[in-house]
């Protein structure tokens, strides 16, 4: 088995490459390019209307891109129809520029004898960045090698004379890929709305307490203020306070006197008058002997005292006259 050489392959791929180009004979390999039945995944989700077209084609500039997102996977099918003569196997590759990118070929690597169709490639963005492709970019590579003989059994499976992408192959693609980067992505923005979460947080937590420090500090002012006006003008303290209680329409009512604080009340009143009586210049008794004075306990207007003489003026009653003679 043997490699085509360059001179080989120009002789031969005219004939087994649907527009061949000499352009695209590289040493010992022939560059394929990018067709226009291209697809690649999504880390958003995809219509599911049945309308909705799962296949892109690409077509002329400006509709001429495929974009390969980083952790995306895409299938490209090559622009040439490629055949292998039952003498030969061919092998394909993706081009070293393309794999710098972080583009990896996922699909396999050999063409059967007796291939004829185009080829698709199915890839992978490993890369940080997003993947360009271009319709018409020679992206491929292919090799041929003689076989040691003509191969009994060649190739006759259903991609036989394949063109474009079969919709079975796109079954399960179309959903939404959680692709590293996308993840990573996310978890980014995650940490940085958690991040302006606290901060936004630490500032509210901030205001609130300073705003309570405050409300603290004003509230211990007015007790002080009211507790030194209490101390120093209770009476005009409790008259205010009793204006304010009404106008903040509470009504204030005195409180009745306890009736054992009023029994006293007089008891003590009586004391004072009684006492205030005594305490009165008493008329003189001028008929006691040696003219000795006594006083006399008040009685209400009207009553008579009995120890008071019945003439004041020095005349004699019979049981008077009857003491003295005795
Ligand atoms: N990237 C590739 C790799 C291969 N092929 C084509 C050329 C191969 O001759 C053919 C079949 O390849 P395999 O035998 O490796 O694959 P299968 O056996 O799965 O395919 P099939 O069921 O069609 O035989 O597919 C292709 O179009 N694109």
Not at 96 to 125: C, E, Q, R, T
Not at 149 to 155: I, N
Request: glycine content about 8%; proline content about 5%.
């Amino acid at each position: 088995m043997a490699f085509w050489s360059g001179e080989e392959l120009a002789q031969h791929l005219p004939g087994l490459i649907d527009g061949f180009n000499v352009k695209n004979l590289d040493c010992a390999s022939y560059r394929l390019s990018v067709g226009d039945q291209v697809f690649a995944t999504s880390d958003k989700f995809s219509s599911s209307a049945p309308s909705a077209a799962l296949v892109s084609v690409l077509k002329d500039p400006p509709d001429n891109l495929l974009r390969i997102r980083p952790g995306q996977f895409a299938f490209l099918m090559t622009l040439e129809s490629v055949r292998v003569p039952n003498y030969a196997l061919a092998l394909i590759s993706i081009r070293a520029g393309y794999k710098f990118k972080g583009l990896i070929n996922v699909s396999g690597f050999h063409v059967d004898p007796g291939w004829d169709g185009k080829l698709l490639f199915s890839v992978y963005n490993a890369g940080p960045a997003d993947v360009i492709v271009e319709r018409g970019e020679p992206m491929f590579l292919i090799v041929y090698a003689d076989l040691d003989r003509d191969s009994a059994k060649t190739y006759n499976g259903a991609s036989q004379r394949q063109v474009d992408i079969k919709a079975s192959l796109l079954a399960n693609m179309t959903e939404q890929v959680f692709s590293p980067l996308m993840l990573q992505r996310h978890l980014a923005d995650l940490e940085k709305r958690t991040n302006d979460f606290a901060i936004k947080l630490d500032g509210t937590m901030s205001l609130i307490r300073a705003t309570l420090g405050a409300l603290i500090t004003v509230v211990g002012l007015i007790l002080t203020v009211l507790g030194l006006f209490a101390t120093l003008a209770p009476g005009w303290f409790g008259a205010t306070l009793a204006k304010t209680l009404e106008a903040a329409g509470y009504e204030i009512r005195q409180k009745a006197p306890d009736s054992s604080t009023e029994d006293s009340a007089k008891k003590q009143r009586t004391v004072e008058e009684l006492k205030n009586a005594g305490s009165a210049p008493a008329p003189m008794d001028t008929s006691t002997k040696g003219g000795e004075q006594r006083k006399l306990a008040s009685k209400p207007a009207g009553e008579k005292n009995s120890a008071e003489p019945t003439s004041a003026k020095g005349k004699s009653h019979p049981e008077d006259s009857a003491h003295k003679n005795q």
